[in-house]
């Protein structure tokens, strides 16, 4: 799994991190997202794909 974050668009809504905590978090100083973990583990990959729906600023992109 690849996942990139398209920064220009992230809104810091926080959803990501909700979502996937393990592999997103925000910066403090505006609420961009932070990429944790950008090759997480398998069994993070349901909740990588959760983020990626979740987005209202269609922000992370997911390839496998």
Known sequence: MRISIDFDKCCGAGQCVLAAPEVFDQ???DGIVILLDPHPPADQYETV????????????????
Do not use: F, L, S, W
Not at 49 to 64: S, Y
């Open 27 to 29: 910066r403090d100083e």
């Open 49 to 64: 794909r959760q983020a990626e729906a979740v987005c209202p600023a269609a922000a992370i992109k997911v390839e496998q």
